[in-house]
């Protein structure tokens, strides 16, 4: 399979913060974000792989901003790494000021998907070449997030888990 740059899967999807989507004090609520999130990254996946691609995993979201009732919010979806079946997405979200259209990052997230076929088994995926400094920092860094996920859902042991004790060494 012919091998793919993250940019090639770049996926934005930009929309506002409607009342129905606030929590009590007025903010975006996680849950949609994180729905919002998922539908961009999963294209990105799709854009990836070609294939049907599901959610394996959340592994990383960090809500470092609110983001209040009224905002523009950004989601950009690119795949960092990917593995045999699996494709890690990376997620960066801004939010953009109202009056000088400045954008400032609010949140960013990662997930795993996995591509299937129509029976819901793991097919292969093109490998993925990063480009510049950025992606590839992101792609160095996928191994020991895929390790990690995989060493709290128990699908892997410590000891297998090289990348991860690689870090403490
Ligand atoms: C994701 C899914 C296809 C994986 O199936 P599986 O039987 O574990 O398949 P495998 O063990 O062959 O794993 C397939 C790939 O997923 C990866 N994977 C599985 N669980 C993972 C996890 N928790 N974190 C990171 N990667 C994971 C494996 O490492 C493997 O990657 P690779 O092929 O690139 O090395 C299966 O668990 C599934 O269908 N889950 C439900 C998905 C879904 O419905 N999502 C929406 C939630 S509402």
């Not at 929309?15 to 903010?27: A, R």
């Not at 996946?45 to 959610?55: M, P």
Request: aromatic share 6%.
């Amino acid at each position: 399979m012919e091998a793919k740059t993250p940019s090639a899967s770049c996926t934005v999807i930009t929309d506002l913060v409607l009342p129905s989507e606030t929590n009590p004090i007025g903010n975006l609520f996680g849950g949609e974000l994180l729905a919002r999130m998922d539908r961009a990254a999963s294209i990105a996946a799709r854009r990836h792989s070609r294939r049907i691609v599901v959610t394996a995993s959340v592994n990383h979201v960090a809500f470092n901003k609110m983001i209040p009732l009224g905002s523009v919010v950004t989601v950009e979806a690119n795949v960092s790494r990917a593995f045999t079946s699996s494709m890690e997405v990376y997620m960066d979200v801004w939010i953009e000021d109202r009056e000088s259209g400045v954008k400032s990052k609010a949140n960013e997230g990662i997930y795993t998907f996995v591509a299937v076929d129509e029976m819901g088994s793991p097919v292969p995926v093109p490998p993925i070449i990063p480009e510049s400094a950025l992606e590839k920092e992101r792609f160095d860094a996928a191994l020991r997030r895929k390790q990690l996920s995989l060493l709290l859902a128990k699908k892997i042991k410590p000891e297998d888990a090289t990348e991860l004790k690689a870090l403490f060494e």
